[in-house]
């Protein structure tokens, strides 16, 4: 059982988008070759640029989503777990219609067929319109359903007026640090050299040569402990907390023709409060809980970044440069209780005190 989240439902020109690119271009990248093809200078990916020209023609909106963590210090799959990036906005007059970060923290859940432009970033074709910041996925690791103690009830009785956290189960793929022992390796080539095959007698000249060939031996790694990234899939509680549209955290508008650059959201982990003591097992895989706070920390569209990786791409023609440089950075309207920034994570906006 799943909770009434609203599903997207785009045009179809969003579902040419998606059909029309090749695997290499979604979350699944080929191995380069001579043509550039599976790197960020991939040729076609002129046709994704082509479809979003005529996406932003027919009065659509296109937002970009950079695929940058929340931090520089943040620089490595070990601090995913602190994280998640998963917003969910709301279109408010058409609550179906949803936007939100497809990449997922958890490499056990990615899309792989989400859409990508030059391997960097996210691709989301929108109607205009105004949209609310009514949720977000976070996750607890190492847990159980078991472990919340939530008696049953019917579907419905867990919710609480100012918002729900429902938790499921999920197996998420943490990455972390171990150190092992390794051998020393050893590499060989075989060479050849030239030698000398026959010596005059009286002066001990050579007065002929030949080649032979032989087995040179070199050092690799040596011998000791390195310190290795592995992972392990451990059970966890996925929370998809979720507020009435009355009570969003924050806003931002889409006019038809704008071409917008995502401003930065993610969730440190964890971002939720519900009651528990109100929690109701509804179904064998799914708890509400009520919703007391929850928060999300923003920081600017990255704007610099994705200026200077446009600029570096090659196979670009000028007409997609010119089109490329009219993206322009999204604006956020807070509506929750705004927090001071904090130098790693942002600024905070909450439900607290609301």
């Not at 570096?312 to 000028?318: F, G, L």
């Amino acid at each position: 059982m799943t909770p009434p989240r609203p599903r997207v439902a785009l045009s179809a020109l969003t579902l040419t988008l998606t059909l029309a690119l090749p695997l290499a271009l979604s979350g699944c990248i080929t191995l380069p070759d001579s043509k550039g093809e599976g790197t960020m200078d991939d040729p076609r990916y002129a046709q994704l640029l082509d479809l979003i020209d005529e996406a932003l023609k027919a009065d659509m909106a296109v937002v970009l989503v950079a695929d940058v963590m929340p931090h520089a210090t943040l620089k490595d799959a070990m601090s995913m777990t602190k994280w998640t990036g998963n917003t969910v906005w709301m279109h408010e007059q058409q609550p179906k219609i949803t936007f939100g970060r497809k990449f997922q923290n958890n490499s056990l859940q990615r899309d792989e067929k989400a859409t990508y432009l030059f391997k960097a970033f996210e691709v989301h074709i929108l109607p205009p319109g105004k949209y609310l910041l009514t949720g977000g996925d976070d996750y607890k690791l190492n847990a159980l359903l078991d472990q919340v103690g939530a008696r049953s009830g019917p579907v419905g009785s867990g919710r609480g007026a100012n918002g729900t956290a429902y938790l499921s189960p999920e197996l998420y793929r943490e990455f972390y640090k171990e150190t092992n022992w390794h051998e020393g390796t050893t590499g060989s080539q075989l060479k050849t050299r030239t030698v000398c095959t026959a010596v005059h007698r009286g002066t001990g000249a050579c007065v002929a040569w030949g080649e032979e060939q032989y087995t040179e031996t070199t050092q690799g790694s040596r011998a000791g402990y390195y310190e290795e990234t592995a992972w392990r899939d451990i059970p966890a509680i996925k929370v998809q907390s979720r507020v009435p549209p009355k009570l969003a955290l924050a806003s931002f508008t889409l006019k038809g023709g704008q071409f917008v650059l995502s401003q930065r959201m993610h969730m440190k982990t964890p971002s939720y409060q519900y009651k528990q003591s109100a929690c109701r097992a509804v179904d064998p895989k799914m708890i509400e809980c009520p919703l007391e706070d929850f928060t999300v920390y923003t920081r600017p569209a990255p704007m610099d970044f994705a200026q200077k990786l446009i600029a570096q791409r090659t196979n670009v023609s000028d007409a997609h440069r010119q089109l490329l440089s009219t993206l322009q950075p999204m604006q956020i309207t807070p509506l929750g209780k705004q927090g001071m920034e904090d130098p790693v994570w942002g600024v905070p906006v909450s439900m607290k005190g609301r």
